[in-house]
């Protein structure tokens, strides 16, 4: 089943990277959709064949057909729901639809200062789901199959390391890591959006687990798959620019901790930058020039900034008042460590913080696509804190070698876990749960780490205890995630009746009712596209818009709100026939 897994998810990222490549050499941006996705998956299955021979296509092959079934399956199940993100509306939506449309990043600016301006790798391999379902919000189903691709990888890593060590019942224990690292609250807030910071977490997440298999078990598949992680990634957020080289750089140093001590330091360290780290450093540099010339290359050319518009700008008025004047690892503190709020309104409310397991029946339905203020959810700083704790435990019993017996691989992954929480406190915009969602892979791979000992004693009793706390607080969180998103797809269903329910008018006014910070420039002038966005899903639902410059609530028969910063309006008829 291990290899199965491994073998099946791999061709997944394998296909993804391909995919994402090939369409960078299209004369459009976007053309031929079942030409460049079979292709993809020709070349997955030559690269199985050559690494696993003849019996690793079969799961290949398998794994493909299930990632797009989930897709497809999905995309029909949502088909009518409304995205209840803002930005999807905003910027996503137009960039997806418009490479689908045929607009080559490469070769012309957007409008869209947003489209214009940020990675688009994501929103490309996007452009093909809705193509091949032909449902315009079909975009958000890609995360849905690439959750399902990094479940099965770890469960067959887990399922791995648990077999290994002999432990009872390795099904329904790596059955329940790798449902837990999946689903963070960040990938489960963004399921029914078009964001991409749940994305970023699934490919890092599976950066990491494929560093270490290859560490593990060297293994050219794992290091392969890896490489397409990081072109993934680079090309999903800008932030993966500063996550990739830590991830790479943690799995550098789990490859070092875990091996033979009585080699030489510089020895080990030489070989794996000859044989791995090189190869790492070129997809890297590969996925921002080549993958990601637009808009790594085109920022610098025609703005002279690698990131653009610049974080300072993004961030005015994002911020909690109490947060503003912090040093940014006292930031991280607060995001922790501090209750589970509304995210959207006020935005500069002070955060709050608390006792870690202490928690209010409200924190449960809060969570959302944009989560903020304790986004991990109400139990998260209590796993956090136990994860460590039950490391801590089993390493200090491991120093009784007369009754434990210790892995290095624990001492490794504790490694790894540390190098994902410092990356993660030392980001900008550490309170910003969405903006450092490998905290939560960090704290699941401490709680793991009790797994590599073995003997009965105090000690180990308290390590796995505090791993079973770790493990029922994170269950927590994904319950308050789940009911978040939850509610979220009720308020995307009541959207969508209200939509439905405006056919009966002969038009519909739709207008913008806030302006961002941001400001056009020299090539993009606009900074939101969703009117144009909702004409084309009304247009689709057999609905009559008109995009108005000005609200006036005294002309409106009727009127309403719509998810990014829109207000819709059934003009009056007289003054409809005045504006004829």
């Known amino acids: 089943m291990t290899r199965f897994a491994n073998i099946g998810a791999s061709s997944i990222f394998l296909f993804l990277a391909f995919l994402l490549t090939l369409s960078r050499l299209a004369p459009t941006g976007y053309s031929s959709p079942v030409l ?62 418009d490479i689908g449309s045929g607009w080559n990043p490469f070769l012309s600016p957007h409008n869209n200062i947003w489209v214009d301006s940020y990675p688009n790798g994501y929103w490309t391999l996007q452009s093909y789901v ?3 379902t032909g449902i315009l919000m079909s975009g958000q189903a890609l995360s849905s199959g690439l959750t399902a691709a990094v479940a099965l990888l770890a469960y067959g890593f887990f399922l791995g390391v648990l077999t290994k060590q002999e432990r009872q019942f390795p099904h329904i224990q790596a059955l329940l890591f790798a449902g837990i690292t999946v689903a963070n609250p960040v990938v489960f807030g963004q399921l029914m959006t078009h964001y ?136 991280f503190v607060y995001g922790i460590f501090s209750r589970t709020e509304d995210s959207s309104y006020p935005i500069d409310a002070p955060v709050e913080l608390k006792i870690p397991g202490a928690f209010s029946l409200s924190e449960f339905k809060l969570l959302q696509f ?48 540390a190098i994902l929480f410092v990356s993660s406190m030392f980001f900008p915009e550490s309170w910003w749960a969405r903006y450092i969602p490998f905290i939560w892979l960090s704290a699941v791979m401490f709680a793991a780490t009790p797994i590599f000992l073995t003997g009965k004693g105090i000690l180990s009793l308290f390590a796995r205890v505090m791993s079973i706390i770790a493990l ?78 000005n609200y006036v609530k005294s002309r409106c028969e009727d009127d309403g709100y719509l998810f990014g910063g829109i207000i819709w309006c059934s003009p009056k008829k007289s003054a409809q026939k005045a504006s004829e």
């Open 472 to 549: 029922l607080s994170f269950i927590g969180c994904v319950l308050a995630g789940t009911i978040g998103s939850a509610r979220q797809m009720f308020h995307g269903y009541k959207q969508s009746v209200a939509v439905d329910n405006l056919k009966d008018y002969p038009v519909i006014e739709l207008s913008y009712y806030w302006d961002s910070v941001i400001k056009g420039d020299s090539q993009s002038n606009s900074q939101s596209d969703a009117a144009e966005i909702y004409t084309q899903l009304f247009e689709s639902r057999g609905i009559r818009t008109e995009i108005v410059e």
């Open 36 to 97: 460049f996705v079979l292709v993809s998956i020709l070349l997955v299955l030559i690269v199985i064949f050559a690494l696993k021979g003849k019996s690793g296509l079969s799961p290949a092959l398998f794994a493909v057909v299930v990632f797009f079934s989930i897709i497809f399956v999905w995309s029909l199940a949502t088909r009518s729901l409304f995205d209840p993100g803002y930005d999807g509306y905003s910027y996503h939506l137009s960039a997806i639809w």
């Open 370 to 417: 944009d989560t903020r203020r304790g986004g991990f959810g109400p139990f998260f700083s209590l796993a956090l804190v136990a994860s460590i704790l039950a490391y801590l435990g089993s390493r200090q019993a491991a120093r009784n070698k007369s009754l434990y017996s210790w892995r290095r691989e624990g001492d490794a992954m504790a490694a790894f876990a």
């Open 196 to 331: 991409v910071d749940g994305p970023l977490y699934l490919f890092g997440t599976a950066l990491v687990l494929f560093l270490v298999m290859d560490a593990t078990s060297p293994n050219r598949l794992a290091r392969w798959s890896a490489i397409c992680c990081i072109i993934l990634m680079v090309n999903t957020k800008t932030a993966a620019l500063y996550y990739t080289p830590l991830i790479v750089f943690g799995g550098f140093v789990f490859d070092i901790v875990r091996q033979n001590a009585d080699e030489t330091i510089f020895r080990r360290v030489f070989y794996w930058i000859g044989k791995k780290g090189f190869l790492f450093g070129f997809a890297f540099i590969l996925g921002v020039i080549f993958v990601g010339y637009k808009p790594y290359v085109t920022n610098v050319v025609d703005h002279g900034e690698l990131l653009y518009p610049s974080v300072d700008r993004i961030m005015d008025g994002n911020s909690p008042s109490n947060v503003i004047p912090l040093p940014v690892p006292l930031k």
């Open 130 to 132: 809705v193509a091949l």
